[in-house]
């Protein structure tokens, strides 16, 4: 039993000793044979010209772009970068070869730079390095010619941002590609006709979602050279996520415009109310800077939020100026005009049902201010006497017993005339102060009124203008892009 066993291992020690030779005998035919091939293909091989035997023949190139993620949208400066994989496809009819001799290669790898590439350049690019993904790349040979080109690339392209609708804007990028030194009598660019392959290995972006891409070639000719020009068009749409700033900008504006309201409930002569009103004006203020921090500088789009902002701002603005207005009534106390009873104390009062306490009731029959005259001391003249003795108060002459308690009985008598004729004149002035104090608490009360309506009329058409405006934008781009997609199909 040991000695079968022995011989077994004996026999698998040998048959893998005998795989090993074999395998490194092939990979050095192979070596040698790549080799033979690379020195047979390139020996008089110039990068620099065009692969053809004839000149006048067109070299078709095929591209496709696999998008990987989008790296940024900058919305301010009006640039967005992807990540994307390349592939371009061409003959090369200098690189042909038969497998057979040569150990039966069928595929042979060469740096891009060592063979002829087109130069398919991104137009409208933003980056100063746009073709740093052609370095350090290889390419795939085949035996008849065929030449496939695989490559990583960063794009920074240029794009016309639309922010109408922010935060549920729309974006339409185009990626334009072409040769920039050939024409299409020697480049003839195509794309590859699969659609589903740009999308298959996208990574979902957090911010934007990439709702689709399309493509088509256009040749177009210059008015500088009469040869035709064949470009690929990458049309790519991107739909904005809107719920970070729903839950971070709208939401929070809409709470300070409803808590500026707060402001006309607080009572006329309290002085936080200006200092709340500042407070929020200054926030919203932070909030709009935020939003135009997100935005393009351009006159042309300005957006819906940008607007809606600015209407809470103005009205902010006017409830700080009305809160100092409602201020100052409330410390007036000279008598209220006529007018201003009947508008405020009478009208607004019972439309706005504010029912204030019954001013004259409140303080007894009210005498007008106007007729009450401030006592001042003076010297009290008496009439003449039963006995027929004239008596003068304070002039010397000698007074009579009766006479005497006469004069001091008018003087208590005038004493109490002139305080009452205070205490008059004192409730006439709290009586008139009252009055502007309900005028000022009236005025609230319908300030308050306008500015829900105009709260609520903003942020009602913020909502429906967004909302239906962004699907019927969408649409419209949805729209667009079938009609171009069904002309090229056609063409």
Not at 60 to 68: A, G
Not at 409 to 431: S, Y
Request: aromatic content about 12%; some cysteine.
């Amino acid at each position: 039993m040991i000695t079968m066993r022995g011989k077994e291992s004996r026999v698998f020690k040998i048959f893998a000793v005998i795989m090993c030779l074999c395998t490194v005998c092939f990979c050095e035919n192979q070596t040698a044979a790549g080799k033979r091939l690379h020195n047979y293909l390139f020996h008089d091989y110039i990068r620099e010209i065009r692969p053809v035997h004839n000149a006048s023949t067109a070299t078709p190139v095929i591209m496709r772009m696999v998008l990987r993620n989008l790296l940024t949208m900058d919305t301010p400066e009006q640039v967005f970068s992807v990540g994307a994989w390349l592939k371009f496809k061409w003959t090369d009819e200098f690189l042909t070869w038969n497998p057979d001799e040569f150990d039966g290669i069928q595929r042979l790898l060469v740096p891009v730079n060592g063979i002829w590439s087109p130069d398919i350049t991104l137009h409208h690019n933003a980056d100063a390095d746009f073709e740093q993904y052609k370095p350090d790349s290889f390419a795939a040979l085949s035996p008849d010619g065929t030449v496939i080109w695989f490559s990583p690339a960063i794009y920074t392209v240029v794009c016309r941002m639309w922010v109408k609708w922010f935060p549920f804007d729309v974006q339409v990028c185009d990626m334009v590609f072409g040769s920039w030194a050939y024409h299409g009598l020697e480049i003839d660019l195509y794309p590859e006709e699969s659609i589903d392959a740009f999308t298959h290995r996208y990574i979902a972006n957090g911010i934007w979602d990439m709702v689709d891409i399309r493509f088509k070639r256009e040749v177009v000719h210059y008015l500088c050279c009469p040869e035709p020009y064949p470009e690929v068009h990458f049309t790519l749409v991107f739909k904005r996520s809107p719920a970070f700033y729903i839950y971070y900008m709208i939401v929070p504006c809409i709470l300070l415009s409803i808590l500026s309201l707060l402001v006309f409930y607080l009572p006329p002569d309290c002085g936080e109310k200006l200092t709340l009103s500042i407070t929020n004006l200054l926030a919203l203020v932070v909030f709009q800077q935020m939003i135009a921090a997100n935005m393009p500088p351009t006159s042309e789009d300005s957006p819906i939020i940008g607007t809606y902002f600015l209407c809470m701002i103005v009205m902010v603005c006017a409830s700080v100026m009305a809160t100092g207005v409602v201020m100052h009534l409330s410390s007036i106390s000279r008598p209220v005009p006529q007018w201003v009873k009947c508008v405020f104390l009478d009208f607004l009062s019972r439309v706005l049902c504010v029912s204030p306490v019954n001013l004259n009731d409140s303080q007894g029959t009210s005498t007008p201010r106007s007729t009450i005259q401030n006592p001042s001391a003076k010297d009290i003249y008496l009439s003449k006497e039963d006995d027929g003795t004239e008596v003068v108060n304070n002039n010397g002459v000698t007074q009579g017993p009766v006479s005497r308690f006469n004069s001091e009985l008018r003087e208590v008598l005038d004493t109490l005339h002139f305080i009452k004729t205070d205490l008059t004149f004192k409730n006439a002035c709290k009586l008139d102060h009252l009055q502007w104090r309900w005028v000022a608490i009236i005025c609230d009360r319908l300030l308050l009124h306008i500015f829900v309506i105009f709260m609520v009329v903003c942020t009602l058409w913020l909502s429906l203008a967004i909302v239906l405006g962004s699907e019927e934008a969408y649409d419209e781009v949805k729209r667009d892009l079938d009609t171009n997609w069904y002309n090229w199909r056609q063409r």
